[in-house]
């Protein structure tokens, strides 16, 4: 049985916490989760809403209709109602408003009467919910305890008060087996560059790369630095590489703007380089908390004269975690720069996560001189025409053997058998899985963008009677790589509203690129 539960609120009210409960509820009968998040760029008022996702089978996608609504505030029975399926659940907080339909609760009432805290609404709420789904007062409290460290009695007092004034209207199965943790994208990134034996972090706080700081500054082991800006960030990466410290930066696409002189230093100076690119709705500002895949020619194409680079495109936690290790591995292995390349929805979205093991490979040792000039293999700087050219040729050659290694990597992934080809990259991995499960079609996703898997993508690619191409961009952006190599796409489907797609009109777009 699969339930699409979605939590709203004004931000400030706790929303996002709720959300994260609910995951662990439910994940806690032995279901898999995906938790969508959506917030406007407000401290407090506007709206926020999770979109928690849960079936027995892995999960990644965001579906229209909703089978249970909890609604902190007016606004969000308003925005969301429509959606609600026809025997779908809408329990609603009856401060704000009092309708003639729904399950109501008064939070505020809730929360006085157990001695709590305004904010402890969310807690009522999720109790409250807890009870509706069928679920047992024990292991609801199990939980709660473990999920709320800080005031855990009072909550415990406010959820009990809760739970005790709703009634049970569905029957949720325990389907069993041990909860998965539950992490975000960001956090996925984060311990797979650990686990690939990074002990330094730096960023200048940015949407939505942020979680990777945040997460890493409580991790015994690592240092995780906060800088002034992105030029002290990367600066001080290149210094802590070269003291011979695995070390990755976190940013978005404003940030690595300001950063693209310094990609070109550490292709210089053979420096490692690995960077974390969230991308989020541009150009500009843009819409900061909203998600695009505009970064890609960019992250290919940054930084000036012939440099090459390591760039991978994960498409959900466990690929983040496995790929953000890759890269900090190819990085120190090669001397080179690596690019991460996110977007909002998988770096601030939740998922169910099964950790792999990962090989951490010790790179050789960094030499002890560097500079941004060229030079010879002593690390002295030169201009001899001779020796400009042979250390050219080195790189060039470094770049060979990566790519060579990487051959056998799967730098190019394939889903199902069938003569059309759905074709997409990066998050919208979870979405087009669930959109072409009833089509008989070949989805292919490309993993690695530099060194671009041509050959790869020619044989998977090849003889196929449509091409159609699924991103979140106005350009075609992978589209056009594909393009280049001599492959021709039939058609581009394409959103770049800041949205992710959902299951269903997905769905509907192919099926029509198919007729």
Request: proline share 3%; glycine share 8%; net charge negative.
């Amino acid at each position: 049985m699969q339930y699409n539960i979605l939590v709203g609120g004004a931000a400030g009210e706790g929303s996002k916490k709720a959300g994260h409960l609910v995951a662990k509820l439910m994940s806690n009968y032995g279901y898999r989760t995906f938790i969508h998040e959506d917030y406007q760029s407000l401290v407090k008022g506007g709206h926020n809403f999770s979109y928690i996702c849960v079936s027995p089978e892995k999960i990644d996608a965001v579906n229209e209709k909703l089978d249970v609504i909890l609604a902190l505030n007016k606004d969000t029975v308003d925005r969301h109602e429509e959606k609600l399926k026809e025997e779908g659940v809408l329990i609603y907080n009856s401060d704000t408003e009092d309708l003639d339909r729904g399950v109501s609760v008064s939070l505020n009432n809730v929360v006085e009467k157990a001695e709590g805290t305004p904010i402890m609404k969310n807690t009522a709420l999720i109790a409250f919910f807890a009870k509706t789904m069928g679920m047992s007062w024990e292991k609801t409290e199990e939980v709660l305890r473990r999920e709320m460290p800080i005031e855990t009695e009072t909550n415990i007092r406010v959820a009990k008060e809760a739970f005790s004034r709703a009634e049970k209207i569905i029957e949720i199965e325990d389907i069993g087996g041990s909860p998965l943790p539950i992490i975000s994208g960001n956090e996925a990134v984060a311990l797979g560059a650990i686990a690939a034996g990074m002990s330094d972090f730096f960023a200048y706080p940015m949407t939505p790369s942020t979680g990777i700081l945040h997460f890493l500054s409580n991790v015994d082991g690592v240092t995780a630095t906060q800088m002034e800006s992105e030029l002290a960030v990367v600066s001080a990466a290149l210094g802590s590489a070269y003291s011979g410290r695995r070390t990755m930066v976190g940013t978005s696409g404003g940030g690595f703007a300001l950063m693209t002189e310094s990609v070109s230093f550490a292709a210089q100076a053979e420096l490692p380089l690995v960077i974390a690119l969230s991308q989020r709705m541009g150009p500009g500002t843009g819409v900061p908390t909203y998600t695009s895949q505009g970064d890609l020619l960019f992250a290919l194409y940054s930084g000036h004269g012939d440099l090459t680079r390591f760039v991978v495109a994960p498409g959900d936690a466990d690929e983040a975690f496995e790929l953000s290790a890759k890269a900090m591995n190819i990085s120190w292995k090669y001397k080179l720069p690596a690019i991460i390349l996110l977007d909002k929805e998988l770096s601030e979205n939740s998922y169910s996560f099964k950790k792999k093991e990962v090989e951490n490979i010790v790179g050789e040792n960094i030499p002890k001189k560097v500079t941004g000039y060229e030079h010879n293999a002593d690390g002295i700087s030169t201009e001899l025409k001779e020796e400009v050219e042979k250390m050219q040729n080195k790189k060039e050659e470094k770049y060979q053997k990566m790519t060579e290694e990487l051959s056998s990597y799967p730098g190019v992934k394939t889903y199902g058998e069938g003569e059309d080809i759905v074709l997409f990259w990066g998050s919208n991995k979870g979405v087009v899985l669930q959109a072409t499960k009833d089509f008989n079609v070949k989805v292919v996703q490309i993993v690695v963008f530099q060194p671009f898997p041509k050959e790869m993508l020619l044989q998977v690619l090849g003889g196929a009677n449509r091409i159609i191409s699924v991103e979140n961009n106005m350009q075609g952006q992978a589209s056009s790589l594909v393009e280049n190599s001599g492959i021709s796409i039939d058609e581009k489907i394409l959103k770049y509203d800041g949205r992710p797609f959902t299951v269903e009109n997905l769905r509907e777009r192919i099926k029509k690129s198919l007729q």
